[in-house]
Nanobody, 113 residues
Framework: QVQLVESGGGLVQAGGSLTLACAAS??????????MRWFRQAPGKEREWVAQ???????YYPDSVKGRFTISRDNANNRLFLQMNSLQPEDTAVYYC?????WGLGTQVTVSS
């Protein structure tokens, strides 16, 4: 059974940075994944996509985080990362790791003004 566990969330002041990690277990390698993504969901809002990495290694971001967030992966250790810089209060949300059809339980990111 595939399990994804996010870590690295927390409380940070506006302008600060955090790096989220997603550890994947129960699968041979994330390198074989069709798609790797990070999503977030703020209170009262729908879950939204914030970063994507297809097998090619290209990266894609919505305008809301472009230039501030960076998705990366460590195939050897089956880990996915999300580097977040210049965080703003509107980035406050639960952040989820998604690899193909599998989801983690999320990690809370809170940005204070």
């Amino acid at each position: 059974q595939v399990q994804l566990v996010e870590s690295g969330g927390g409380l940070v002041q506006a302008g600060g940075s955090l790096t989220l990690a997603c550890a994947a277990s129960g699968r041979t390698s994330i390198a074989s994944a069709y798609a790797m993504r990070w999503f977030r969901q703020a209170p009262g809002k729908e879950r939204e996509w914030v970063a994507q990495m297809p097998p090619s290694g290209s990266t894609y971001y919505p305008d809301s985080v472009k230039g501030r967030f960076t998705i990366s992966r460590d195939n050897a250790n089956n880990r996915l990362f999300l580097q977040m810089n210049s965080l703003q209060p509107e980035d406050t949300a639960v952040y989820y790791c998604n690899v193909d059809a599998d989801w983690g339980l999320g990690t809370q990111v809170t940005v204070s003004s």
